[in-house]
């Protein structure tokens, strides 16, 4: 089975932050094949054997199985005797020696993606803190993964597309935006590069000299010429107004523009926006 490469390098990532989170000294977890309603456990951390790797879990069986049939968050506190699960996979769990488990679905667009594990070798109820720390793990890996759908949605998109005029270029326009947005929030710093140069792509041929605007300086003013105000960009961004205006005025001076119009004009002119 083909598991989702993405979702695994996310899921390998998780791992060392949802133990800390939870206080659970294992943790495991695996991706769902495209297409197949089956996780295979690829991710181990703090565990002692191997007998979990490689392990393929079916929706509805096991406790990984339960939490992906239900979407949401399962606990058992303690594996082997529970009757809340079915046993199909009782002796690889048996044989890492783990007795209290958590599973949690990662859930993004309305699609499982995987399963974060966490478990005790010891068998007792698991607390708040450890739930809550496995669902917040779980959030922190759903968030990544819709972030680079975003990204590979919108660059795919874009692949066909040549700056024009009209509708179409109204179009890159908002896509360059929405690419500049997206690219800080990107992690994978080969992902986030190719987001950038995806945005240089859009822009006109650099004349030989260009003003040297900061990359928050675009940032604002590529929002800026999709005609959003200072309070819309501010929130697309994640900044004050205030520091939204600060931003556009030094971008307006290093661009001898005395209005927001002007500042827009002088950037394509220069071949620093679409």
């Not at 070798?121 to 803190?129: C, E, I, M, S, Y």
């Not at 040549?162 to 500049?180: D, I, S, Y």
Request: charged share 20%; aromatic share 2%.
């Amino acid at each position: 089975m083909a598991a989702d490469a993405v979702a695994t390098a996310e899921i390998r990532g998780a791992l060392a932050g949802l133990r800390r989170a939870t206080g659970l000294p294992v943790a495991f977890g695996g991706a769902v094949g495209p297409g197949a309603a089956q996780i295979r456990i690829s991710e181990l951390s703090g565990t002692a054997t191997a007998a979990l790797r490689s392990l393929v879990v079916t929706s509805g069986t096991g406790l990984g199985g339960r939490a992906v049939a239900l979407g949401r968050a399962c606990a058992v506190p303690d594996y082997s005797s529970s009757r809340r699960i079915s046993h199909e996979y009782d002796a690889p769990v048996a044989a890492e020696g783990l007795r209290s488990v958590l599973a949690v679905p990662l859930v993004v667009g309305h699609r499982v993606r995987g399963v974060l594990y966490g478990a005790l070798r010891t068998a007792q109820p698991l607390g708040d803190r450890a739930l809550g720390g496995a669902v917040a793990a779980a959030r922190e890996v759903e968030r990544a993964l819709a972030v680079r759908d975003e990204a590979r949605g919108l660059l795919a998109a874009l692949r066909p597309a040549v700056p024009g005029t009209g509708a179409g270029q109204e179009h890159v326009r908002e896509a360059h935006a929405a690419l500049r947005a997206l690219a800080p929030r990107i992690a994978d710093p080969e992902l986030r590069a190719e987001l950038l140069a995806a945005c240089a792509l859009l822009t006109a041929p650099a004349p030989q000299t260009r003003p040297a605007l900061a990359p928050r300086e675009l940032d604002v003013l590529t929002w800026v010429a999709t005609g959003a105000t200072n309070a819309a960009v501010a929130d697309r961004l994640g900044l004050r107004p205030e520091t939204v205006k600060g931003y556009l005025r030094a971008a307006m001076r290093k661009l001898g523009a005395h209005t927001r119009g002007e500042a827009v004009t002088a950037a394509r002119r220069a071949g620093v926006l679409p």
